[in-house]
């Protein structure tokens, strides 16, 4: 196939996005869509949204620019964790040349991984990054004709989780009011594109993942794959790409067959969550929150509204501010803790 139809045919592959906030389950769907033959998945790395500022109103590439994009992304964080042939795709990304979309760029750029799975045609691509639950409304607008899988975790389970791994922003309020927040956005996104969003619980995949995995195979139009749900057998691949270190401490769940063994490993209340997570499906231990809890919380919840309030603002600014704004602003956690204690 020459490199001009190569293109047009990677441009015509559908595009979908796993989104969810971290040890929600994203990495866990990703990898039972690597696992399928006719799937293009990628380990985490930002790409879509990453280059985007400088890249994403490009409706004309030339040689210089392209050049300039490859060199970009191989400073992404994690991206050297792909497997894949840098001389063929740095070919590939130049033969967009010309008149090319900036989703089509970046499509090319994820055709080009090299699963640990078999695979056959591939027939869709796939993207999955935590970070994207909070640009879910960006990316509708930026590729219009892209479907999501949302995936949410009972949010105490989510928070602890999130400790064990050592995550910085393992602050029991500051996780509280992301996953509210999170939730909230998400309610409001489905109800508005009902057709391009597909949402679940990590439980009920967990519980029943033969039926959920059939149903998210319907949800984006490719086969059902039954036997995608022995992804865990590439344990040794696994093995190969990341340190056994640090495949423990981030994809545990990528070791072992899928189980409910980690559903209930809460055992204390959220005040900050209340109402929002009923609506998702889980229960509150406690329906009142006492004047104690209530006074500790809203100063937190203020606290996180205007810093919030004030990275949407940075969002919406022209790029050389919106880049030097962001380079200034400090990181949430740490700005947290000068003014409260966990």
């Known amino acids: 196939m020459e490199q001009k139809e190569l293109i047009k045919n990677i441009e015509s592959l559908p595009l ?4 969810g906030r971290p040890r929600s389950g994203t990495t866990l769907l990703k990898t039972l869509f690597d696992a399928h033959p006719n799937v293009n998945i990628p380990i985490e790395c930002p790409v879509f949204m990453a ?17 300039s994009f490859y060199n970009d992304l191989l400073k992404l964080k994690r991206f ?32 080009n991984n090299n699963s640990i799975f078999d695979k056959q045609e591939i027939k869709i691509i796939g993207d999955k990054n935590p970070k994207y639950s909070s640009y879910t409304k960006n990316l509708i607008a930026v590729f219009p004709n892209a479907k999501f899988i949302h ?9 602890l989780s999130m400790r064990n791994a050592g995550f ?35 439980e009920d995949l967990v519980s029943e993942p033969e039926f959920y995995i059939k149903q998210m195979a319907g949800f984006l139009g490719i086969e059902h794959v039954p036997e995608v749900i ?64 209530y006074f500790y919380v809203l100063p937190r ?37 000068k003014f409260f204690k966990r």
């Open 301 to 337: 919840k203020l606290f996180f509204k205007l810093y919030y309030k004030y990275r949407g603002f940075i969002n919406i600014l022209p790029q050389k501010p919106r880049s030097f704004l962001r380079k200034k602003n400090p990181p949430v956690a740490g700005l947290y803790l």
């Open 168 to 202: 910085p922003k393992a602050i029991v309020s500051l996780s509280s009011y992301l996953w509210k927040d999170s939730a909230k956005n998400m309610d409001m996104l489905k109800n508005k594109y009902p057709n391009k969003i597909y949402s679940l619980r990590y």
């Open 80 to 111: 050297d964790f792909w497997r894949i042939d840098l001389n063929k795709l740095k070919m590939d990304i130049l033969s967009c040349e010309g008149k090319n979309t900036y989703e089509t760029v970046c499509k090319v750029v994820h055709y």
């Open 51 to 67: 280059l985007f500022n400088k890249y994403g109103e490009t409706t004309y590439w030339n040689k210089k620019l392209l050049i």
């Open 151 to 159: 995936i949410i975790r009972d949010y105490r389970a989510h928070f």
């Open 16 to 19: 979908f996005f796993i989104i």
């Open 230 to 293: 022995n992804y865990y057998k590439k344990r040794d691949e696994f093995e190969k790409i990341f340190t056994k270190e640090y495949l423990k401490k981030y994809f545990e769940s990528l070791l072992s067959p899928i189980n409910t063994s980690r559903i209930d490993i809460w055992r204390d209340k959220f005040a900050m969550v209340g109402s929002v997570a009923e609506k998702q499906g889980y229960n509150r231990v406690y329906k009142r929150t006492g004047l104690k809890s």
